[in-house]
């Protein structure tokens, strides 16, 4: 984990995103600064190796897979198979709680190995602003957009991103992307 | 989406609202009595004022102060007064849910503590007017998560695989559910039925990777 947690981590840098989608993003976050809102980038582009550690710490951890059916990643020195079973899960399980993994109910699949963030083509951004704002589209035409605490429902905010190539994804909050995925 | 009760919900979870309907006409009379204005004003006030079914009126329970969610020992919660030692019955929504005692320890922003406030979460889950409390639990994993209610004013109960508890205590039964989405997990409480109409609160931890999604 230590490991991981200082060469594969989760970029919160825009210019870690691939283009398109990079420009684009740059496009939208400016014109809600110049709006008057303010943009918090949580995160860009994600790790393959992080994503490949989680995946496989949870497989193997829950019971899921066994250790020797893990593949290995280029770049990545682990050991997954500790010779026992019992051993192998517990470390896996070590890995599960220390990355804070969650395990939801009826959740049959792992962490994703693949991903629009993992890609480059999504942004996770918390935006915030006071009562009414007018943003520019990319058509430059001027929408006014009010605030909502729950920004999944502001179908406007939504259509002023959509207009920059960000499609948002209604259910996580912050999630923005090339497809809405 | 909160139920409201007569407008009792501006009142600290309506307790003391039938005093002050009660006594409120009282003093307002002593005061215009003193001031030797006619008592005919006060008593048709008095007379208003109680009309009102004050002992049928049922009990609020503020879903935001008084439902967070939890991962591990950790509950984030839109309520920065809860004191050390605060009783949280917790729902684990795993599969059959449970429930497990738990009591209040400290606030805290440790990230040990509070998965939750890893550094690559904690700008989207630690909104303003939400608070992180260390739990006291016995039998609460690292892993698991779901629902805790504050001093629930009925003991959540499982029946058939579900965690219920009447938190308005107006005959119907709140239920509890968690379910994945692209990079979180979110968290509900409905009345009766889960999934069903809008939920009674709602609340969402972002976890900063990709999943597959299963709420429905």
């Known amino acids: 984990m230590t490991w991981a947690n200082a060469h594969a981590t989760a970029s919160d840098s825009v210019d870690d995103l691939a283009d398109p989608f990079k420009s684009n993003a740059k496009d939208f976050i400016k014109a809600l600064e110049d709006a008057g809102a303010t943009v918090t980038i949580t995160e860009t582009r994600r790790s393959a190796k992080r994503a490949y550690l989680f995946h496989w710490c949870w497989l193997i951890g829950l019971g899921k897979a066994k250790a020797s059916e893990a593949t290995d990643m280029t770049g990545v020195e682990i050991e997954w198979d500790h010779g026992d079973d019992d051993k192998s899960k517990a470390g896996a399980q070590e890995m599960i709680d220390g990355f804070g993994l969650a395990v939801p109910p009826n959740s049959t699949n792992a962490p994703a190995l693949s991903s629009n963030h993992i890609a480059g083509n999504a942004i996770d951004i918390n935006i915030t602003w006071k009562d009414t704002i007018k943003i520019k589209k990319k058509d430059g035409t001027e929408v006014s957009v009010t605030f909502m605490d729950d920004v999944n429902q502001n179908t406007t905010l939504h259509s002023v991103g959509e207009s920059y190539g960000l499609k948002k994804l209604t259910t996580d909050k912050p999630h923005w992307s090339v497809d809405g995925r | ?60 329970f503020t879903f935001a102060e ?76 690292a892993a698991d998560m779901g629902i805790g209610i504050v001093e629930p004013p009925a003991a959540p109960a499982i029946a058939d695989g579900l965690a219920r508890a009447d938190l308005l205590r107006d005959g119907q039964s709140e239920v509890f559910t968690s379910c994945a989405t692209s990079e979180g997990i979110k968290f509900a409480v409905w009345t009766a039925k889960p999934y069903q109409g809008d939920p009674r609160w709602s609340g969402y931890d972002y976890l900063g990777y990709d999943m597959q999604p299963t709420c429905p």
């Not at chain 2, 939890?70 to 004191?83: R, T």
């Not at chain 2, 890893?118 to 609460?140: M, Q, S």
Request: charged fraction near 15%; aromatic fraction near 4%.
């Open chain 2, 1 to 60: 989406m909160e139920r409201k009760q007569d407008g009792i919900d501006s009142i600290t979870n309506g307790r003391r609202l039938p005093v002050l309907i009660f006594y409120r006409p009282l003093l307002l009379c002593g005061a215009i009595a003193i001031l030797l204005i006619p008592a005919a004003s006060c008593r048709k006030a008095h007379e208003t004022r109680t009309t009102q079914p004050v002992a049928a009126a049922p009990a609020t």
């Open chain 2, 66 to 141: 008084r439902i967070g969610w939890f991962q591990g020992p950790c509950l984030a919660i839109s309520n920065s007064h809860l004191a050390q030692g605060t009783s949280v019955a917790l729902v684990v929504t795993g599969e059959p849910q449970k429930i497990q005692p738990a009591r209040i320890l400290e606030p805290t922003t440790s990230a040990t503590t509070c998965k939750a406030l890893l550094p690559d979460r904690a700008k989207t889950n630690a909104t303003p007017g939400v608070a992180f409390y260390a739990l006291e639990t016995t039998n609460v994993g």
